[in-house]
Structures are given as structure tokens and as C-alpha cells.
């Protein structure tokens, strides 16, 4: 297991840009799938984007397709999700999440989360 911890939220315009950090503690953590889930306010947590070890494959809830994207930096033992031209429905709880690949995303560790507000 690793321990996560997020960084990078905050509160922002429609259209704005926002890159959020997810920094793993532990050797272990270029054999973990890693992804970002979201919570908003009364709706079930959702898996936003995923990515394998290796950074050769990703997934991507439709809703953010074209404008997020995740990646990886196993040197710094550290996932980024930026995302682009935000919504007010992309407000939510974001939560970083390891896993032993990408369809397991969730069954490992979890971090604190952070709060990216979007306004309209």
C-alpha cells in the first residue's frame, strides 16, 4: 500500500485551468494502477481518469474527455490530473486512488481529497 496525498484544488472561473498532484509515499508505488475520483454534493463518487503503472494506458469518464488529463511521474512518485476548461458541474471532491489496475482503481489506497470549486 502507499499513502496519497492531493494537492491543488481550489476555486476557479468556468474556462479556467487547474493541475492537481497526487504524491505517493512508499517504493511500491510504479507497480499501481493510480486514478482521480470525484464526489459532489449529494451524488456517488465517480472515477474521473485512471492510468496504468507504466503510463502506456488511460481512461476517461466521458464528461471529462477532451479537457482532463492524467499522467504520471513515477520518478517523483507523483500523478497529475490537469484539467481544462472547467464546468460548475466539475465541482466536487476530487479524490486520488491507487490500485492494482485501472479496472481495480479504488481497491487500494485513497487520500484525503481536495475541494475544486468551479463558479459561473
Known amino acids: 500500500q502507499v499513502q496519497l496525498v492531493e494537492s491543488g484544488g481550489g476555486l476557479v472561473q468556468a474556462g479556467d485551468s487547474l493541475r492537481l498532484s497526487c504524491a505517493a509515499s512508499?517504493?511500491?508505488?510504479?507497480?499501481?494502477?493510480m486514478g482521480w475520483f470525484r464526489q459532489a454534493p449529494g451524488k456517488e463518487r465517480e472515477l474521473v481518469a485512471g492510468?496504468?503503472?507504466?503510463?502506456?494506458?488511460?481512461y476517461y469518464a466521458e464528461s471529462v474527455t477532451g479537457r482532463f488529463t492524467i499522467s504520471r511521474d513515477n520518478a517523483k512518485n507523483t500523478v497529475y490530473l490537469q484539467m481544462n476548461g472547467l464546468k460548475p458541474e466539475d465541482t466536487a471532491v476530487y479524490y486520488c486512488?491507487?490500485?492494482?489496475?485501472?479496472?481495480?482503481?479504488?481497491?487500494?489506497?485513497w487520500g484525503q481529497g481536495t475541494q475544486v470549486t468551479v463558479s459561473s
Open positions: 512508499g517504493r511500491t508505488f510504479g507497480r499501481y494502477a
Open positions: 486512488a491507487s490500485g492494482s489496475g485501472i479496472a481495480a482503481l479504488g481497491g487500494g489506497s
Open positions: 492510468i496504468s503503472w507504466s503510463g502506456s494506458s488511460t
